[in-house]
């Protein structure tokens, strides 16, 4: 099992990187090149909900990225330390912070991969997000 960890400051400049990477380690794994469009979306949107998670808890740490090649599978991991409470800004409602931080793009994610994990607590969070390889299809 090959891993390739990445690690960027948070800010939004880095997501395009992470994107590139990403698509490329998941081509070498063996990810079939009809989903490299959708897993580059769903990368692209948990790397801009953990840089906008950092910024909005004014958090200097790394967003963690972690490409793994499996037998029969390709799993990133997007990790951030971002709490899981949300602070609200002076002009919204609680909801409104949580939905535009969170909701839009779990959504989003959760329409382009089918086998997505998204685990938070109070010392932050991770999306963890799966495609089969060209080997888990051959029988």
């Known amino acids: 099992m090959a ?6 400051s948070a800010s939004p400049e880095h997501v395009r990187t992470a994107r590139l990477v990403a698509a490329a380690v998941a081509r070498r794994a063996g990810v079939d090149e009809s989903v490299l469009d959708e897993l580059r979306l769903a990368v692209g ?12 808890h004014g958090l200097t740490s790394p967003v963690r990225v972690a490409l793994t090649e499996g037998e029969k599978s390709f799993s990133i991991e997007v990790g951030d330390d971002a709490p899981s409470v949300v602070p609200t800004p002076r002009d ?13 793009g779990l959504a989003v994610i959760s329409g382009l991969v089918d086998d997505v994990e998204v685990i938070s607590d109070t010392h932050g969070g991770k999306i963890r ?7 888990a299809v051959i029988p």
């Open 3 to 8: 891993t390739v960890e990445l690690r960027f």
């Open 45 to 56: 949107e948990a790397c801009s909900r953990a840089v906008g998670l950092h910024a909005l």
């Open 92 to 104: 919204q409602t609680a909801a409104e912070a949580a939905e535009d931080t969170d909701e839009l």
């Open 129 to 135: 997000m799966s495609w089969p390889t060209a080997t």
